[in-house]
């Protein structure tokens, strides 16, 4: 009492470390003030007048807010990617004729000579298999008939968009080309309106075959337009 300097009836809150009793001090003071009670003098007569206590009911207004939080909300589902079709092409692409079918008995291949008389002075471009060069020339020299001979790497394929204008027929060899001058080939015979096949090579008969249709094509083409009649 002396050392907190207390007082006799007041209140106050103490705290201590635990087992550490010298660490004792007061947190809190609390003013208090006494109040003698009254007591009423007891007496056996009832009383005459007997308050009624009327309840009168508390109503309270509860808000939904906190239940409305609490609510499980339903996770929309993720709508689905509609599953895109691919529409069939409308150009039909034109099979590649061979001379032979795979399977076919060499009885049944065609072997009558091919006839190149009427395509003297025509220009042929071929396109691949470099190795065959002086062996296509030896066989169309006596023909009459042009030839250009391109190899079939990427540095063809920037010359044969200067000579598939003055061209006439276009043979790519398909196993002895690369896929950026076949590309350009085809794409520049497509611009120019140049017949072309795009030939295996299976042998040398299938290739002269290949350029005799596509030099009779470009024959049909130029009689049509009437490009004949000028060169005669």
């Not at 062996?135 to 540095?155: S, W």
Request: net charge positive; charged share 30%.
């Amino acid at each position: 009492m002396r050392y907190f300097r207390l007082e006799a009836g007041q209140l106050v809150d103490l705290v201590m470390w635990r087992g550490r009793k010298d660490t004792l001090t007061i947190a809190w003071k609390h003013p208090f003030t006494y109040e003698e009670p009254i007591v009423n003098a007891s007496s056996n007569r009832p009383s005459a007048i007997e308050q009624q206590v009327v309840k009168t009911p508390v109503t309270t207004k509860k808000s939904n807010r906190y239940a409305r939080k609490m609510k499980r909300q339903p996770v929309p589902k993720a709508k689905k990617a509609q599953r895109r079709v691919r529409m069939p092409k409308e150009q039909t692409i034109e099979p590649i004729v061979t001379t032979a079918v795979p399977g076919q008995l060499m009885d049944f291949v065609d072997k009558t000579p091919l006839d190149f008389t009427r395509f003297t002075g025509m220009r042929l471009v071929i396109v691949g298999n470099e190795q065959q060069t002086a062996v296509y020339r030896e066989f169309f020299a006596p023909t009459g008939i042009e030839l250009i001979h391109l190899a079939g790497d990427a540095q063809s394929a920037k010359k044969i968009a200067c000579l598939a204008k003055k061209s006439d027929a276009i043979v790519v060899v398909t196993s002895r080309v690369s896929h950026a001058a076949s590309a350009h080939v085809i794409a520049q015979a497509k611009k120019h309106g140049i017949p072309f096949a795009m030939e295996r090579l299976d042998g040398r008969r299938s290739l002269y075959t290949a350029c005799e249709r596509q030099l009779e094509r470009a024959w049909l083409k130029q009689k049509q337009e009437g490009k004949l009649l000028k060169k005669q």
